[in-house]
């Protein structure tokens, strides 16, 4: 028989299984083969475990399992070493202790509203919030009773004045998103510590790079942050995926039980994806900054444009709070908007975005290939709709990895060809 005679080149397995084996029909044999590979494999990347199934040694192990730590492991859902080793690298990359892995950046914000707040709560979110988060609230959250506010991310005394003892939660955001301001985020982590509000970051933007979410007010920060892996971690627009980073492990837990009933784990291809796009995170980061200020100092210059909205630019809004976070000489993300001169309409500024031949019109961002959207803002704003009224059309920018002078010439031939046209 094949099998046994290839079972006599394995060492290291015991008489009786090979006996026991030899007594089993090909059917069995090929699910309950008794080699195991030899420990020891080095290579660059980790090991990519799929389970949905965990397999224990014994009933008293069965029994003794432990969904809550990293200890050993229960269910796909609950964790692989694939999993557990990204969770670890990402905990690195933003100072945090704790991580858990969601199959999206949404699902992430999901995840902690959903385990932090319950009928009767308040949440504050500023109006310049990743939109979907404002939709959640105006959907989901608002049906199970629990109510939002909109802060002006711009103003702390505008989030102080409305927390009440019914708040439960904030999130903050730096810059916001598309409009690209940038709050004092050390002023509105403090209000949050002070009044004894748990504070959520959407950290997709600075990414565990441009700033470290839990220490950037003298070793003091938020509670949580959560980041969209979609965007840089990923890198290539082709994978979807979110965590949630703390340092307190009560909250942890908290959020990992909600985590575990609604069954928001990952798969292991999407983590290996992720976990390939760790090493070469920092060097596209620095790329993308350094082509995004390029592209967007010289649109400044542009007769077109009436403003660039980039917060490493000292003419856009909070650029001293980004210095005061990420340093003077600090990073950005590739990601920035301009508003375009108010003699430009919307179908002016749509045939410029359909002129680009190299950015593509697109969601998302952080990969290789540059996108542009053009966005109705006063659509999008509570605090500040009036003000945006008044201007020009905003169009949104995530700068790839492309050449930065095929990029600036894509951008000069669209400005000559549309909206350029009618100057
Ligand atoms: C993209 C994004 C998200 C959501 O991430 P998905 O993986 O697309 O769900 C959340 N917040 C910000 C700031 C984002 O840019």
């Known amino acids: 028989m094949r099998f046994c005679e290839s079972l006599r080149f394995v060492r290291h397995f015991c008489e009786s299984r090979l ?33 949905s199934t965990v397999i224990f040694a014994n009933t008293a192990a069965m029994r003794a399992r432990d969904w809550q730590n990293k200890l050993g492991y229960t269910y796909g859902l609950h ?12 905990s690195a990359l933003e100072g945090g202790l704790q991580c858990l892995l969601v199959p999206s950046g949404l699902a992430a914000i999901a995840n902690v509203s959903l385990a932090l707040l319950k009928a009767g709560d308040e949440v504050l979110l500023p109006d310049n919030a990743y939109g979907p988060n404002k939709a959640m609230a105006q959907g989901e959250l608002a049906a199970y009773g629990i109510n939002h506010q909109l802060y ?71 509670d949580i942050s959560i980041h969209a ?131 593509k019109l697109g969601f998302s961002w952080g990969g290789p290939i540059s996108l542009v959207v053009p966005y109705q803002m006063p659509a999008m704003r509570q605090t500040s709709r009036a003000a945006w009224a008044e201007q020009g059309v905003l169009v949104r920018f995530s700068v790839g990895l492309e050449s930065v002078a095929d990029l600036q010439a894509d951008l000069l031939n669209a400005l000559n060809a549309s909206a350029g046209a009618n100057t």
Request: hydrophobic share 45%.
């Open 229 to 359: 892996l979609t965007k840089y971690p990923s890198g290539g627009g082709d994978v979807l995926m979110g965590s949630v980073i703390t340092r307190d492990d009560a909250l942890h837990l908290k959020l990992k039980a909600t985590h575990m009933r609604l069954g928001l784990g990952v798969g292991a291809n999407d983590a290996e994806a992720i976990l390939r796009g760790l090493p070469s995170m920092a060097l596209r980061y620095r790329a993308h900054d350094v082509a995004a200020r390029e592209l967007a100092q010289w649109l400044a210059t542009r007769p077109e444009i009436a403003q660039v909205l980039h917060p490493a630019l000292p003419a856009s809004p909070g650029h001293a709070h980004w210095q005061a976070v990420c340093g003077p000489q600090g990073l950005a993300a590739g990601l920035f908007s301009v508003v375009f001169d108010k003699r430009f309409s919307s179908a002016q500024v749509d045939a410029f975005c359909d002129a680009l031949k190299l950015f």
């Open 19 to 51: 006996a026991n084996m030899c007594g089993m029909t090909p059917q069995t044999q090929l699910i309950h083969h008794p080699y195991s590979p030899p420990e020891g494999f080095a290579a660059p990347q980790p090991g990519v475990f799929k389970a």
């Open 152 to 222: 002006d991310p711009m103003d702390p005394a505008d989030l102080a004045a409305r927390i009440s003892p019914k708040t439960a939660l904030v999130w903050l955001e730096a810059p916001g998103s598309v409009s690209m301001e940038f709050p004092d985020l050390v002023s509105l982590a403090r209000i949050c510590r002070e009044r004894g509000v748990t504070s959520a970051l959407d950290n997709t933007w600075g990414a565990g790079l441009a700033f470290a979410p839990f220490t950037f007010d003298a070793g003091h920060g938020v």
């Open 79 to 90: 964790g692989t070493p694939t999993t557990f080793l990204l969770e670890e690298r990402l």
